[in-house]
């Protein structure tokens, strides 16, 4: 059985290959240790996830992947006497399938008698990076999806359709952090979504967080949230823009801001993989993409077995999901082109 790679927590810039060996000195092996603190994945993973309940997501449970049924406009025609009504209006259907990826794991080995003399929880430290790990995964699946589902037709494409498709709004190269198209952008949005019949609630917009403190900074106070106190919103704290045109603003680093061609990795079942040098920022309704949830968050930690050998436990955080467009008339990107 191969050895196992420790994490150890108590060297200081950890610049050894092997710094739980023996031969190592113990002031260089637990050099940071002296009294305890907490913390925990979940708090860590709600805290940090941006795009979960901005889409929707739906538990998969005894089954390999979730259906959802579109359906189409129906028409309404005038009735001449005498004749029967048949029912014959029924709207078009169509449907989008969404599988769940293969297992995201992060993971890390806690020594016991590190534990035991740090001055911190190991555990707890851990269990938070491992939280911080998936949620990152998460949203930059959601988001590459809304981005996608921007660039797609509607897939009910019968009379009396066909129904609308994504949208994308070019604010011209080089203005990613040009704050008047931005807020231009925004406008644009609003009035595509309610052409489109979207409704107003759910409607979100995820920025670059430069692009995000450009509006603040850049553009006249009448855009931020008067609600602070002042007439500059809350100016000091950079929280003062909530919503734009009623569209709540969320600040991520985990969208493929300019991010060039991603590809396809293994382990994913649904597609993420475009074309993203030109992306500058997502607007949508919460029916752009979907999420199936089968396992977790959760965490699991090795038994008595593997910590009688190796002194220590196995701690993983463990998720199963995937992420597919639903309506992409609910899905619009900002591109720099």
């Known amino acids: 059985m191969a050895n196992t790679i420790a994490t150890s927590i108590g060297t200081l810039n950890n610049t050894g290959s092997t710094p739980l060996a023996l031969g190592t000195a113990y002031d260089t092996k637990y050099a940071t240790y002296l009294k305890l603190f907490s913390g925990e994945l979940f708090k860590a993973y709600e805290s940090s996830t941006i795009a979960k309940g901005t889409v929707q997501t739906r538990q998969l449970k005894n089954g390999k992947s979730l259906q959802f049924i579109f359906t189409g406009r129906m028409t309404a025609d005038y009735h001449e006497p005498g004749t029967p009504i048949l029912g014959s209006g029924d709207p078009p259907v169509a449907?989008?399938?969404?599988?769940?990826?293969?297992?995201?794991?992060?993971?890390?080995?806690?020594?016991?008698?590190?534990?035991?003399?740090?001055h911190y929880s190991l555990r707890s430290e851990i269990s938070a990076k491992i939280g911080y790990a998936l949620a990152e995964a998460y949203d930059k699946k959601v988001f590459r999806t809304i981005a996608l589902a921007a660039r797609e037709a509607h897939p009910i494409t019968a009379a009396p359709g066909p129904e609308p498709g994504g949208s994308v709004i070019q604010i011209g190269s080089g203005n990613q952090y040009d704050a008047q198209k931005l807020v231009d952008a925004f406008f644009e949005a609003a009035a595509i979504l309610d052409e489109k019949n979207l409704p107003k609630a759910g409607r979100s917009a995820v920025l670059n967080p430069r692009q995000y403190y450009a509006l603040i900074s850049q553009v006249d106070s009448n855009i931020l949230n008067r609600d602070f106190g002042n007439n500059q919103g809350n100016l000091n704290s950079g929280e003062g823009l909530v919503s734009i045109a009623g569209i709540d603003i969320k600040r991520s680093n985990n969208l493929p801001f300019q991010a060039g061609t991603i590809a396809a990795v293994n382990g994913e079942n649904n597609n993420y993989a475009g074309a993203f040098a030109n992306h500058a920022g997502?607007?949508?309704q919460k029916d752009a993409a979907a999420c199936v949830e089968a396992i977790g968050p959760q965490v699991q930690t090795t038994g008595q077995d593997i910590k009688t050998m190796y002194q220590g436990d196995i701690i993983v955080g463990r998720l199963a999901m995937g992420c597919g467009t639903l309506n992409p008339a609910a899905a619009i990107e900002i591109q720099t082109a």
């Open 282 to 284: 997502l607007i949508y």
């Open 95 to 118: 449907e989008k399938t969404i599988v769940c990826d293969d297992l995201l794991i992060s993971s890390a080995f806690v020594y016991d008698l590190d534990e035991t003399l740090a």
